[in-house]
Every structure is written in C-alpha cells, then in structure tokens.
C-alpha cells in the first residue's frame, strides 16, 4: 500500500480507501461484509469510509464491529453527516447545530470509537448559515471528537466559501468527497482547482462507475444477475452509464488495460489516482476478491499515451460538466 497526505494537513490515507455503501447492512450478510474488512487490513487498507445514512446507519455499525480489535492508532476512519437518519423528524437532517452534534454522537456510538479521523459534510446546507454548520465543527474538533473536517459534493465556490471560514475557525478542513472517474469527470474544470488553492484534497468514490467500467455489462445484454445493475438501490445509480453507447466505448478500453498489463476495473482504479489531487480512491466490495483485485492499481504509473487513448475512446461520453455538482435545496 502506499499513501498520501490530505490536503496541506498532517494526515495521511491509503491510495485505496474501503468504503461501505450500498454494501454493508443490506446487500451482504454481515460475515460477508467482516470478511472484506479483514481483505481491506490483509492488503494494506488504513481509510475506511461510511456514512450514518448509509443503510439508515447500520452500515456505521457493521464496520464498528468489523474493525473491534484493530488498533485504532493504525487506522484513519471516515464517516458524514447530512442526510436524515432514523425516524427523519425535522432536526433529523442537515447541517444545523442540533444535527451535527446528535449524529457525531450517535456515529462515535456506533463505529465503537472515541473519536472521528475526519468527519465530512455529506451535501451543502443551503437552509443554514455556514457559520453556524463551522462552529459546530469546530466545537467538535475543540473536544476532540473530530480531528480534520471534510465536505462531500460541494461545489468550487462552496469549497472557497467553507475553507476561509475553517481558516477564521481553526477548523482543519482537509478534503472533498466527490464522484470520479474516467466517464465522469465534473469536478476537473472547477472544484480540483479550487481545492488545490484552499489545500484540499479529494478522495473519491465510484472509480469504476458502478462497476460500468469492469466490463461486465455488455451493449445489447441484459445486466449479469446479481450485479449493482440489478440491485433495486444499485441500479438508481448505475443507469446513467447503461446506454449502449457507453457500454461500447467501454468495452475499447479492454485492450488499452490489456497493454497495462492491467484489469479493467484496476485501470480505472489507477486512472483517479493519476490526479495529483486524489489522495485515495474508495472501493466497496462484497467478495474479499474484489478488495485483492482492486488494490493491485496501487502505485500504477500511466503514461501520456495510455491516458490520451483513454481519452480518445471514450471521446463523446464523458461528462465534465461542473454544474452536474449540486446539493439539494
């Protein structure tokens, strides 16, 4: 494994963060879920990625138990708040005051720690004052609940506004949470620019695209069974890549990651982590397997000529636009 440091802070991640959504707490069966934790530890993995909202927080749960035991000291874990959890009353939710302490509360709960490594803003709040979201932040870190803050989604001017309060605050706002990868690309025109002057970092998820750019659906064929694809919350996610006409340009990156000596999946992996602004790429996985597959992208080099066929094969159906960023209002 190798790592990289968060921003200008102190903190370092693995290339490869594990992540749990859409996995933990409902696709798989919580000794499934442990037995790839104990893949992310076996391969080098120190970052782990959750959220409260992720299974309406059972997700927070089954990586708390999965990880009883580990030194803490050893590991770096994430998780979020923003969206409602629970019984979704009307403090349930956002980045008021109120939500942020009660949720920090409830994740330290059940994560089975004392304190968060880096705690992330899961959306921006566009019904709350971002001085009043900072304070709680920064009361939190102040307690030692928190030790680096981060945002997820948000846009370039959002990231510009959020650091110069964090720099008044003393809050030490490290990352950007965004999507990423070869088909979608939204945060490369604004957001990496913006970030690299406030001295963030991203650390992305979706590298593969929902598993689009393994390979495994083809133009014209129904999705494998079993696959994010056919997953009832999976495919919400997923559709947006299912048109033949990706599906096609896909399928010319097997021999670009054949010459790479590489798969699919860890030629998209390695493609993110080109971007001297990512620090660490999230994967999710429901067999140990794909954990041990995944992480062999680390420390890949592409060169010039590899990146630009990328680009010329998917050339048409990319999406860079940076307005696809948003938060709910």
């Known amino acids: 494994m190798e790592f990289r440091r968060l921003g200008r802070s102190g903190l370092s991640v693995s290339e490869i963060a594990y992540g749990n959504w859409l996995t933990h707490g409902s696709q798989i069966e919580e ?29 927070e749960s089954v990586l708390g138990r999965g990880l009883a035991g580990q030194r803490r000291e050893s ?48 959306r921006f709040d566009h019904s709350v004052p971002l ?12 307690q030692g609940k928190v030790l680096y803050v981060g945002v997820s989604e948000w846009t370039a001017e959002e990231i510009t506004r959020g650091a110069a309060l964090a720099r008044e605050l003393h809050v030490p706002l490290v990352s950007n949470q965004p ?14 620019p913006a970030a690299e002057r406030e001295g963030l970092s991203q650390i992305v998820f979706s590298p593969i695209a929902q598993g689009v750019l393994t390979g495994k659906y083809k133009p014209g064929h129904a999705p494998p069974e079993g696959s994010r694809a056919t997953d009832e919350n999976g495919s919400k996610m997923v559709q947006r890549w299912m048109r033949d006409e990706i599906l096609e340009r896909v399928q010319k990156l097997e021999p670009l990651a054949a010459q790479a000596g590489l798969s699919l999946a860890q030629l998209a ?9 990512v620090a ?50």
């Not at 893949?39 to 992720?54: H, P, R």
């Open 31 to 59: 000794e499934q879920a442990h037995a790839c934790i104990k893949a992310a530890l076996d391969a080098g993995i120190t970052t782990f990625d959750t959220a409260d909202v992720y299974a309406n927080t059972a997700a």
């Open 75 to 122: 590991l770096e874990i994430a998780t979020k708040v923003f969206w409602p959890t629970g019984p979704k009353g009307p403090n349930d939710r956002g980045l008021g005051r109120k939500h942020i302490i009660e949720a920090c509360h409830g994740s330290l709960e059940r994560l089975r720690t004392d304190h968060i490594d880096l705690y992330q803003a899961h």
């Open 131 to 142: 001085e009043e979201t900072f304070l709680a932040f920064s009361d939190l870190v102040r």
């Open 179 to 192: 999507q990423y990868n070869m088909l979608w690309r939204v945060i490369e025109p604004q957001v990496v």
């Open 269 to 277: 992996v390695a493609w993110v982590l080109q971007n001297p602004n």
């Open 280 to 329: 660490a790429a999230i994967i999710g996985a429901s067999r140990p397997e794909q954990v041990h597959e995944n992480v062999k992208a680390v420390g890949v080099k592409l060169d010039a000529d590899l990146l630009a066929a990328i680009d010329e094969a998917l050339d048409g159906v990319v999406e860079n636009d940076p307005r696809r960023t948003q938060s709910p209002r």
